[in-house]
């Protein structure tokens, strides 16, 4: 057994998990709206959230990330009675949940959204906190930028930047993953990539010699971006709407190719210093899940050698 650890400042609580499992990222189980459906085709997305959900119960993963826009409308408690339902199998489990907030967590009713999640996620802090399992810490952000006063920004960034510098020079610390709702590269035809992220996040993820994924989702595809050696990956399979991703000379190549399944989930394990990165999809029929998808990060202290890392994707 190893003990989760989370934390802000210099305020700590713990539970116990099982070190020997996964670690399991979600991301964008929200239901699809009716104005997103004027634009995108629905596909049994609900049917899609519940069977991910089942799959977690099942494999009773030592930890679960949800990276955002887990309900359609945060401020709508009918919205999260699904996700309550999990959330309270997962407790009885004793999987550990961890979340952050995404764009429709705050959407239209900003306070009330914060709330209903803040009663789902006591352990988030909007201005970023860190869980640690196994020796991967991983940095959970909030990139809601629009949503946050100038001060909660600037305090974010000062506090992602302390951290990281402090995660990178802690003995006991052997990876790091950064991850926050918003991806900084896409090529998706109906979600940018956010400038406000690349801005405040993707610098100290870069300048880490122990960061060695940057995972998000708000697109609704899988994506996978090597920029300056380190990897980015965009996971938002969880249950919404598909979203096609642009076929132009100017996109951002994508490490993924045409692996661009309609919904799936990320699993993440350490390997000495290394990072086993697997992406799970649902197959057309509904019938179970397969692994489409699976790569290893470079090792920090052989890229710091000079020997090359392994970088591109399997199948």
Same mark, same amino acid.
């Given at each position: 057994m190893?003990l989760?650890?989370f934390?802000?400042?210099s /305020?700590?609580a713990?539970?116990?998990t +099982?070190?020997s499992?996964?670690m #399991?990222f !979600?991301? $964008?189980t929200q239901?699809p709206m009716?104005v997103?459906?004027?634009?995108?085709?629905?596909d049994?997305?609900l049917?899609a959230?519940r069977? /991910?959900?089942d799959?977690v119960?099942? +494999?009773?993963?030592?930890n679960? #990330?949800? !990276?955002? $826009?887990v309900v359609?409308?945060?401020?709508?408690r009918h919205?999260w009675k699904?996700?309550?339902?999990?959330?309270n199998?997962?407790?009885?489990e004793?999987?550990?949940?961890?979340?952050?907030?995404g764009?429709?967590?705050?959407m239209?009713?900003?306070?009330?959204?914060?709330?209903?999640f803040?009663?789902?996620?006591?352990m988030?802090?909007?201005?970023?906190?860190?869980?640690?399992?196994?020796?991967?810490a991983?940095?959970l952000?909030n990139s809601?930028?629009?949503k946050?006063s100038?001060?909660?920004?600037?305090k974010?960034r000062?506090?992602?930047d302390a951290n990281?510098a402090?995660?990178?020079?802690?003995?006991?610390?052997r990876a790091?993953?950064?991850?926050?709702?918003?991806?900084?590269?896409?090529?998706?035809?109906?979600?940018?990539g956010?400038?406000g992220?690349?801005?405040a996040?993707?610098?100290?993820y870069?300048k880490s010699?122990?960061?060695?994924l940057?995972?998000?989702?708000?697109?609704?595809?899988?994506?996978?971006?090597?920029?300056?050696?380190?990897d980015?990956?965009?996971?938002g399979g969880?249950?919404?709407l598909?979203?096609?991703?642009?076929?132009s000379?100017?996109n951002?190549p994508?490490?993924?190719?045409d692996?661009?399944?309609?919904?799936?989930?990320?699993?993440?394990?350490?390997?000495e210093?290394t990072?086993i990165v697997?992406s799970?999809?649902?197959?057309?029929?509904?019938?179970?899940?397969e692994?489409?998808?699976s790569?290893?990060t470079?090792?920090p202290?052989?890229?710091?050698?000079g020997?090359?890392?392994?970088k591109?994707?399997?199948r």
């Amino acid at each position: 057994m190893s003990l989760m650890l989370f934390f802000s400042g210099s /305020i700590w609580a713990q539970a116990q998990t +099982d070190s020997s499992k996964e670690m #399991y990222f !979600l991301s $964008d189980t929200q239901q699809p709206m009716f104005v997103e459906k004027l634009l995108l085709k629905p596909d049994h997305n609900l049917a899609a959230t519940r069977d /991910i959900f089942d799959v977690v119960l099942n +494999d009773k993963p030592s930890n679960v #990330y949800m !990276l955002g $826009d887990v309900v359609a409308l945060g401020y709508a408690r009918h919205k999260w009675k699904k996700v309550d339902r999990f959330l309270n199998s997962c407790t009885k489990e004793g999987i550990g949940v961890c979340g952050i907030l995404g764009n429709h967590e705050v959407m239209i009713r900003k306070k009330r959204g914060e709330r209903n999640f803040q009663k789902r996620f006591a352990m988030n802090v909007s201005t970023g906190y860190i869980s640690v399992a196994d020796s991967v810490a991983v940095v959970l952000l909030n990139s809601n930028f629009s949503k946050m006063s100038a001060a909660d920004e600037k305090k974010q960034r000062e506090w992602y930047d302390a951290n990281m510098a402090s995660l990178d020079a802690n003995d006991s610390i052997r990876a790091i993953i950064v991850c926050c709702h918003h991806a900084p590269y896409t090529n998706s035809k109906i979600v940018k990539g956010s400038i406000g992220v690349q801005q405040a996040f993707v610098p100290a993820y870069i300048k880490s010699k122990k960061a060695q994924l940057f995972i998000t989702g708000h697109a609704h595809t899988f994506e996978h971006f090597d920029v300056q050696g380190k990897d980015f990956l965009v996971i938002g399979g969880g249950g919404g709407l598909h979203q096609p991703t642009r076929d132009s000379k100017d996109n951002l190549p994508d490490l993924s190719g045409d692996y661009k399944p309609m919904f799936h989930y990320l699993t993440v394990k350490r390997a000495e210093g290394t990072l086993i990165v697997s992406s799970h999809y649902l197959k057309n029929d509904f019938s179970g899940f397969e692994t489409g998808l699976s790569f290893a990060t470079a090792h920090p202290q052989a890229d710091m050698a000079g020997a090359p890392g392994q970088k591109a994707s399997s199948r």
